[in-house]
């Protein structure tokens, strides 16, 4: 070590270097990568290449020149309304709009067939409701290069989407409060957001948000190549769509940009790894955040559940690092959570096999199973009488989407969970445009089923069909139908080529996930292993005879779309109700019998708008229930699958953790090893200031209780990280 000359000419040692602080706490590790990890991530780089997600030189060129050609229509656009309102000839010379990129594009991370996302930002005088969604709409509409134009006036972010030139285009607009707007317009600076509405904040916040994101990684390179990764694993997974109730681009930018600040040296095979090991660990509802909250004297509200009771009830906080911070994650429900839980834990077994040569990329990328993990499914038929009206139907329908998970959640208290799917069908043999989405519902696991409990969920579908029928564009044709199909009646149009795979044995399938010895592994085993656990209990009943349980003719499937079912927009009902016999056997035995029963009043499963549906009752012999090895196992775990016993032990030895601000600036480095953390071993902890109220709700992420107050830990990890 070098060291500085002292007045008597001996040589004195420098004080060690302290590690440069990314984010709101220390690296965890600094370490860099190995020879091994090199030839790693080269492997994963390879992989990705062939898995076509870079796009050619040719796309790229062809997208610059869509946002040169976008840029004039905008510019073109304001000097004639400019001109329209009786500005001067130089008012009209000078006016100005310009035209930002965010999200992957900006970010550096879009592959082939990506769309752009856009933000235009005119002038004070140009308003969104009337100038944006409708001169500039009509005037997009008359372009022979613009085809799908879908404007979206009344969502969270307003947004028009087409695509011109076959590139997928989503345009947000800004008006700020400047007469003129400069072609240099630095938005990341504060100044833009005096005296603009909150749709013209959340819009403004996509760019400024991604400047953000880039200036607060280590290396910009690897966070890139991570994040890349990364959403190409969440799609493959099922679990990429903000709309739906996952998590969207920015999402997923801002979980990776944080890992990059805990593992700053890392290169991208690592960081992948890191990734899920930090989030199978992670407590949530702490909230994961880049850097401090910032305040301001603009006064917008920003994320804080300290003074916002509405942000308290936040399951997954992602926190937006530039003003005013934001929950961008604030679509996460309790079921959706639970669901990217069970992969982030899929995906840290595979990267645990990759590690050890046991496995190879490929395996981490693997498709979910969505229609083999169930034995219960929603179906949302959507039809319009031509594709365009398709379109703008289907956008309000997936809008509301998310909506029938929370509303069933909350009318099941929680006992029937949902799996939304982020994937769109769409059965081409049909007379009319038709597309189709898809719910997963089964009970919650290691909860015991009492003899004959039912999940009546008819005035749940109702409730949502009669939000659906509020879109103000409704035209003749646009009509929904939701329906209840067991895994044996899926149609053919969802599978790959038009028909079933054939369900492999449960030993060929992904020995890893088995549910293991402990119960303390069940929360981390994805839906899709427990499915096959069951298919093998049927064969098994099968062997021993056991009486099998008649079925009821099944109900029409919806090949056709009666004129007479929807005739009316207005009253009538979908009649659903799902019931769980939950008889359980002993811990030797398995399932009874895995057939329904299903009883329907008329011909049409759902119905139509206005259409007086069927009663729809589902019976099954513990389908939606754990044998009771299993059930034992699920008893003490909470509701995020965390072993209540072990919490408590942990919580015991954290009662002399000290207590300190989430966003002081005085932080500790957390060890972790590079092996699996063990659950239960406790690390230095570091709590927050953030404390939600424990009568309002129960977040069930750390025992510690202060006055009253749930203690979050300094970023969700402190309880975890440790050298096993």
Known sequence: MMGSESPNGSSMPLPPQQAKMYGITKPISLAGASEVDFHRNMELERFLVDSGLYESREEAAKREEVLGRLDQIVKSWVKQLTRQRGYTDQMVEDANAVIFTFGSYRLGVHGPGADIDTLCVG????????DFFIILHNILAEMEEVTELQPVSDAHVPVMKFKFLGISIDLLYASVSLLVVPEDLDISNGSVLYDVDEPTIRSLNGCRVADQILKLVPNVKHFRATLRCLKFWAKRRGVYSNVTGFLGGVNWALLVARVCQLYPNANPSMLVSRFFRVYTQWRWPNPVMLCSIEENELGFPVWDPRRNPRDRFHLMPI??????????????????????????????RICE???????????LFEPYLFFEAYKNYLQVDIVAAGADDLLAWKGWVESRWRQLTLKIERDTNGMLQCHPYPHEYSDTSKPCPHSAFFMGLQRKAGVRGQEGQQFDIRNTVDEFRQGINMYVYWKPGMEIYVSHVRRKQLPAFVFPDGYKRTRMPRHLIHPSENMGENASKCHSVSAETCNKRKSDTEMLDAKTGKPEKRASISPLRLDSFSPEGSSSRSGGSSHMSIECIGRLEDSTSKVADSNY?????????????????????ISETDACTLDKQKSRGLENQNENGVDGNKVRDCSESAETASIRPLLSSERSAFNMDRQVVKACNLARAEHADYAPSASNRNYNCEPDVRLGSVVWTEDGLGRNLCRS
């Open 123 to 130: 002038p004070s005088y140009v308003n969104r409701e009337e």
């Open 319 to 348: 926190i937006t690092p530039a003003y005013p911070c934001m929950n961008s994650s604030y679509n996460v429900s309790a079921s959706t959570l639970r669901v990217m839980i069970e992969q982030f834990h899929h995906g840290n």
């Open 353 to 363: 096999e990759i590690e050890l040569n046991k496995a190879h990329w490929g395996s």
């Open 597 to 617: 029963g299903v009883k329907t009043s008329d011909g049409l499963l759902g119905g139509g708008i206005g259409t007086v549906g069927p009663d729809i009752y």
